[in-house]
């Protein structure tokens, strides 16, 4: 494909009303759609800080202790948060009966990979500083979180 031919297919996708939204905006969108999907009945979620940053622990009434899910939510490391992934993460805990913790990573483009990841990793670290056991700890996430995971079991075994 010549480079004109790829300047005329950027500027057909960029027509697109979906593609022409700001990152903000759709950031925004994302939120807004989340309000529209109403959390898992009897869920608990509580805002945090971690050494990774803010996030959200979701705490089903069905969660047997020390089983915690470590939860890094999609987005393409650019869009979707803790909030995003409420209803989902509160019915996965239920599902699982364990607790969730989802970190508000970095997102691009303003801090552009592996800035989400290194929080991610530091999440887990600060888990385990806090008594967390990791023979108890399961790592999950969807789309860019599946990445993250996939990266995190690789690596924090070494």
Not at 29 to 50: C, H, L, Q, R, S
Request: with cysteine; glycine share 10%; aromatic share 8%.
């Amino acid at each position: 494909m010549s480079k004109e031919q790829l300047d005329q297919l950027n500027n057909l996708i960029r027509k697109r009303p979906h593609f022409s939204k700001t990152i903000e905006e759709r950031r925004a969108g994302w939120e807004k759609m989340a309000d529209g999907f109403a959390p898992a009945p009897d869920v608990t979620f509580n805002a945090m800080d971690t050494a990774g940053g803010p996030g959200l622990t979701v705490t089903p009434p069905n969660a047997e202790n020390p089983r915690t899910i470590l939860y890094v939510h999609g987005g393409g490391f650019v869009l979707g948060s803790s909030h995003t992934y409420r209803e989902f993460t509160g019915r996965l805990g239920l599902a699982a009966r364990a607790s969730c913790i989802v970190p508000d990573y970095r997102l691009a483009p303003e801090d552009p990979f592996p800035a989400g990841l290194a929080d991610v990793v530091r999440t887990y670290e600060w888990m385990l500083s806090e008594g967390y056991d990791p023979a108890h700890i399961a790592v999950a996430g969807d789309s860019a979180g599946a990445k993250s995971d996939a990266w995190c079991a690789s690596h924090l075994e070494e």
